[in-house]
Each structure stands twice: as C-alpha cells, then as structure tokens.
C-alpha cells in the first residue's frame, strides 16, 4: 500500500453524532485532493457509540479511514498526540471532530505546507461560540503570546492546523505530561504561517470543555511551560521585604522624634515580623526556581532538533552493514 502524503488526525470523544457527517466530508475532501490522504481517527475513551463507528469506518476503507482506540480518555491533547503517532503522512492536518471547523479548508491548509512552511495555524473567521467560551479562549491567547516571546500565532485555540513532518518528529520528541501541541510546534518549526478560516457553531453535541476543565488547562499550560510564578514570588518576598525596612526606618524616626510614639515597640515588632515575612517569600521562591530547574529537566525536552544534515558524505564501510 502506497505511503499517503497527507494525514489528518482528528481526536473524537462522544461524537457519534457528528461522525457521519465528518466522514463523509472529509472524504469527500481527501477524494478531491492530489495529494493521497489518510483520515485518523482517535477514539479518547467515548462512552457512546463512537469507538464502534469508527472501527466499521475503518472496515469499510481501510488503507483511507485509520482508527486509533485509546483504553479510556485521556484528553484532547493526549488523543491529537497518539494520532501523530501513527501517523505516516509528509503532511499531517490537525481538526476537531465537532465540524465546527469545516473540512473543506484541509486543502488550503496543505497547499500552504506543500509551499514549504512547516506550522500553518489559523484564524476564525466570525467565531461562533458562546461568550464564556471566546472570553476563556482570548485568555489562552494572551498567555501563550506571553510565554512564547518573540514569534506567535494570533489565535491559538483553533485546532485545524497543519505540521510538515520535522515538526510532527520534533513533537513525538517531546515526551512530557500534559503538552500543548500547536504551541510546542511553534517552537520546531522555521517557517510559520496563519490563514484565515470560516468557522460553524458545533453541528451536534455540546462541548467537552466545561470551566473546570478550562481553568485546568490554562493551569497547566502555566506551569508546564514557564517557571514565571515562582519568580514572581521572589518577587514579591523582595518587595515585601523591603516595604518591612523602610517601615521600620519611618518608625524608627518617628520614635526619635516624639519618644512616646511606637507604642513601646510594638510597632517596630511589626516591621520585623514583615521583614521576616518578605525573607520568606523570596526564600520560597528560591527554592522554587530549583524546583523549577529540576521540572525542566525532568521534562527531558529535546534542546534542539535537527531538520537535515547537509555535506556528509556516507561511510561507505558503515552503509554496508
Ligand atoms: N476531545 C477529546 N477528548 C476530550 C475532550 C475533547 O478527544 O477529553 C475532542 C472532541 O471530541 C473534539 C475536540 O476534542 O473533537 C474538541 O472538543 P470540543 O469541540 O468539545 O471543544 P471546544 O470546541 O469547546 O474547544
Ligand atoms: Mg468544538
């Protein structure tokens, strides 16, 4: 069987009733395109009959529809990440199973990679989600800008994106907990680009994310990715610290002035106790910034990743082995 050039993972908890119309689409979409496609469909542990029509789908074109089967849900993340995994394709489209981004803009998408970019994200066009839903998603944003420094993507919580194949490796890479896939391609990738794309009210279902999970995510993109909080805290230590000291001048001064002020030290036992306080803080955040050095490396992130090495001539003695 032929290798496709395009492989499109869509993760699926509790879609069954999407997936009907998502094959077909999408199928319609791959039949039209060049390039050879495979569609991979990652089962996150759905309790409905999703896993069963993914698997009859599978049945029916193999070699075209590939299911993927996780033992129970493990997070959208999770599910895009083992979808990455098997896959073979140069190209390789993320998309959500809700058809809330429509299938019938993959082949912009992949004409975008096939002109060489390695990470093509996308912009909603008049985003058609509820208020809460825009406001929490606005807030990811702003703080994957933040932490990303430098080169960033406008909108990041659209998950139709699409990765050339380096970049796919340099994710499979990265073995930590809890990733956040279209920020940590970002990082791999050189050439990156952003296209507009129109954007649907979920066409069944409700969605997965309620604001507990929300809040758990945005949680854990902060602390997965930067070890800002805990210098932060230093922060605040020194500052406090320092806010106890010159407390304490003013009432030290003020006691010289005028000998019955200060009521009989109590208050210069406060400015020692914020002193004390400040010192603290800033002690914690110290160890924290350890804590920290020890997460990164922990997380055992590739430093680097190399795309192509160009100029070495094979060991002929090697290659024969
Ligand atoms: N999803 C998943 N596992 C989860 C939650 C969601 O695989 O634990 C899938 C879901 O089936 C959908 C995509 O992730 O294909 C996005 O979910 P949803 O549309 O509910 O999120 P929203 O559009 O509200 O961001
Ligand atoms: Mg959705």
Same mark, same amino acid.
């Given at each position: 069987m032929k290798q496709p050039e395009v492989s499109?993972?869509?993760?699926?908890y509790n879609e069954e009733a999407n997936l009907p119309e998502l094959l077909r689409r999408t199928l319609a979409v791959c039949h039209q395109m060049k390039p050879?496609?495979?569609i991979i469909l990652v089962d996150d542990g759905s309790e409905d009959s999703s896993m069963e029509m993914i698997l009859a789908a599978a049945e029916e074109h193999p070699g075209e529809i590939v299911g993927v089967i996780l033992s129970t849900n493990f997070?959208?993340?999770a599910a895009v990440t083992a979808g990455l995994e098997v896959s073979q394709g140069k190209y390789v489209v993320t998309m959500d199973a809700d058809l809330q981004n429509p299938p019938e803009e993959i082949p912009k998408l992949v004409e975008k990679l096939e002109e060489g970019y390695d990470v093509v994200g996308t912009i909603r066009e008049n985003r058609q989600?509820?208020? +809460?839903?825009?406001? #929490?998603s606005r807030m990811v944003n702003f703080m994957v800008r933040k932490l990303c420094r430098g080169r960033t993507m406008s909108d990041y919580g659209c998950m139709l994106r699409?990765?050339?194949r380096p970049v796919v490796n340099a994710v499979l890479q990265c073995k930590e907990q809890g990733k956040f896939i279209p920020m940590l391609a970002m990082s791999y990738g050189r050439r990156v680009t952003e296209i507009p794309v129109k954007h649907a009210e979920r066409s069944a279902g409700t969605s997965k994310y309620n604001c507990w999970k929300l809040i758990a995510l945005q949680y854990d993109l902060l602390t997965?990715?930067?070890?800002?909080?805990?210098r932060m805290l230093t922060f605040l230590g020194f500052v406090i610290a320092l806010f106890g000291i010159l407390f304490?001048?003013?009432?030290?001064?003020?006691?010289q002035v005028d000998k019955d002020w200060?009521?009989?030290?109590? +208050?210069?036992?406060? #400015?020692?106790?914020?002193i004390l306080m400040g010192g603290q803080f800033a002690g914690m955040g110290l160890l924290g910034e350890y804590i920290g050095k020890i997460h990164l490396n922990a997380r055992g992130r590739p430093q680097y990743f190399i795309e192509k090495i160009a100029g070495r001539v094979p060991d002929p003695e090697k290659s024969r082995k």
């Open positions: 499109i993972v869509i993760p699926v050879s496609c495979e997070g959208q993340h989600d509820t208020f +809460f839903r825009k406001t #929490a699409g990765y050339a997965g990715t930067s070890t800002f909080p805990l304490g001048i003013v009432i030290f001064i003020l006691s200060g009521a009989e030290g109590v +208050f210069a036992l406060f #400015a020692i106790v914020i």
